[in-house]
Structure formats: C-alpha cells, structure tokens
C-alpha cells in the first residue's frame, strides 16, 4: 500500500510540472519540480530498503533512471540558473513511476552474486548519463532550430554550452559503460553461475557492444572529424536507442511479453 501512495503521490507531483513547465518562469519551473524528486527519492529508497523482497526489472530500472536525469538537471539548473524544466522531463518521471507500479520486475534472488549491485550501480548510473546526454542532445536541436528561426532560445542555455554538456555526459557515461562490460567479463562466472563462461552471449550482451562500438564511434569522430550537429546527435540516438535495448527491452520481453524473469 505505501508502495502506491508513493507512486501515486510522485506521479500527481510530476504531472502538474508537466502541465504547466511552458508557462512557468525558470526558477518557479525548477522548484515545482522539487516535490517530484523528493517523492520519487523516497519510493525508490521504499522499495530497496522496508519491501520484504527487493524487486527489479525493466520498469524499476527507468524509474531509476529517470531520477538521475531530474538529480542532473537539478545540479544544472545551480550553474546555469537560466535552465528551463521542459514538460517532457517532468512526463518522463512521471510515466516512468507509473511504469515501475505497475511492472515491478521480478524478486532478487538471495543466493544472487555479491557482484551484481555493483554490476547493476554502474549499468544503471551510465543509464542515467546517457539519458542526459540525449536530453541535451534534444535540447541542442531544438535551441538551433529557434535560431534559425530567429526565436528565443529553447534551453535558455548557449548553444555552445548544451553541446559541451552533451559530449561530457557521453563522455562520463562511455567510461561507465566500459567499467560495466569489464565487470560483466571479469566476473562473469560469479554473475550467472558456473559455467557461464565469461560472457553470457545474449540480446543484453550483443546490444551493449553494438551500444559501445557506436558510442566510441562517436567518440572517435568528434575527436579527429570534429562531428557535431546533426552528425553527432544522430550516432548518439543510435547509440541510446541500442544501450536501451540491451537492458530495458530484453527484461520488457522476458516479463511482459513471454511473461518470465530473467537474470
């Protein structure tokens, strides 16, 4: 029960932001969505720490995610206070803890290996980077379209500032991605059991290489071809949509449309 009051009550806090963002003045803007993060805060700390078995899954893994991107923006949003909340960032947390209620994911085993938290953390944090990254990415484009459309800008943040940004967060979330691939090799066998080898060759695994390969592509060509612009932010798409794949849409088909859970 105290699981949905919580998802309930940070839902309703997120969706009024999200109503209203585009008509709110910055500093308004930010501290409406203050209640939503805190809400949201304490049902994810809710259901680690007081349910009697831990759950996780596809949904849990966005919720927590969408948490980390509202935790960005905020620390953002005390350097460049001329940030505006979008009603997309307060929709996203809102849908993403409606999702959570409703597909919790499957109970952690307690036999599961002591490496997966820290398998799971570094997954999940560079989830949450990449996520930013393309929020920025988002925000870039939109910002160029309004000048050259001679409008105000999107963001309310340099264009040049929204293109650092994006590339520090891919950047963050690269080294994140490679720790989380080397953790998954290295402990591979203390992951999924004896005799798993040490990789586990599945959608997960094929898709955060592809996911990889495109990020360091990305990487590789801002640093010696100066890739920006719409080159930049459609290998970074690619690269999200794949890092999305890897995790969030193989659990969303082992437990919503075969119906199972998964490790």
């Not at 109503?19 to 949201?40: D, G, M």
Request: charge should be positive; hydrophobic fraction near 60%; proline fraction near 5%.
């Amino acid at each position: 029960m105290a699981t949905v009051l919580l998802s309930a009550a940070a839902a309703a806090a997120y969706a009024v932001p999200a109503a209203v963002a585009s008509r709110l003045q910055p500093e308004r803007s930010r501290h409406a969505l203050l209640p939503a993060w805190v809400l949201h805060a304490l049902l994810l700390c809710w259901g680690l720490w007081f349910t009697a078995t831990p759950r996780f899954g596809f949904a849990p893994a966005l919720s927590v995610t969408a948490w980390l991107v509202l935790t960005v923006y905020a620390v953002e949003s005390h350097v460049f206070p001329q940030l505006r909340a979008h009603w997309a960032l307060a929709g996203f947390g809102a849908v993403a803890v409606l999702m959570a209620l409703v597909f919790p994911g499957t109970p952690l085993h307690e036999n599961a290996s002591p490496w997966l938290p820290l398998h799971w953390a570094l997954g999940i944090a560079c989830y949450g980077l990449f996520a930013a990254a393309v929020l920025h990415a988002w925000l870039m484009r939109r910002s160029e379209r309004a000048m050259r459309d001679a409008g105000p800008s999107f963001s309310g943040v340099p264009l040049l500032t929204l293109e650092r940004l994006t590339f520090r967060f891919v950047q963050a979330g690269f080294v994140l991605l490679t720790a989380t691939l080397a953790a998954g090799w290295l402990f591979g066998e203390s992951l999924y059991g004896a005799g798993a080898g040490r990789w586990r060759w599945d959608h997960k695994t094929v898709f955060s290489l592809l996911s990889w390969l495109s990020f360091a592509v990305l990487l590789v060509g801002r640093a010696r071809f100066g890739w920006r612009g719409r080159t930049a932010v459609r290998v970074l798409y690619a690269g999200a949509a794949l890092l999305l794949l890897a995790y969030v849409g193989s659990r969303f088909v082992l437990e919503v449309l075969i119906g199972r859970g998964a490790a």
